[in-house]
């Protein structure tokens, strides 16, 4: 099981960056997957995750109306799309894989099984 992340970079506040997350090595389509994110100094926080079926979508809020998460089965991906991006916004961005037995939630760290690592996302204001 292999999570890789990619896209981040360095970013002007307004402006936009789109992650994505390759997976290898499993049927993808078997995973729930999540996007944290961990700024300096503080403790990693829930961003975005997405079901199995792509069907059910949950958002921090405050995230919520800027970024968006989607998955691409045939691709093997999952992409979190980040518009309006803020200073707060800075962090390493995470990719996560939820595998069975799944989780209750999705909101916690606990809650995944497989991680990638991570990329940086700076926006300077």
């Known amino acids: 099981v292999q999570l890789q992340a990619f896209g981040g970079g360095l970013v002007q506040a307004g402006g936009s960056l789109r992650l994505s997350c390759a997976a290898s090595g499993w049927t993808f389509s078997n995973y729930n997957m999540g996007w944290f994110r961990q700024a300096p100094g503080k403790e990693r926080e829930f961003v975005a995750a997405i079901s199995r079926s792509g069907g059910s979508i949950y958002y921090a809020d405050a995230v919520k109306g800027r970024f968006t998460i989607s998955r691409n089965g045939a691709k093997n991906t999952v992409s979190l799309q980040m518009n309006s991006l803020k200073p707060e916004d800075t962090a390493v961005y995470y990719c996560?894989?939820?595998?069975?037995?799944?989780?209750?939630?999705?909101?916690?760290?606990?809650?995944?099984?497989?991680w990638g690592q991570g990329t940086k996302v700076t926006v300077s204001s």
């Open positions: 996560a894989a939820d595998r069975p037995p799944y989780s209750f939630s999705y909101f916690q760290s606990r809650d995944y099984d497989d």
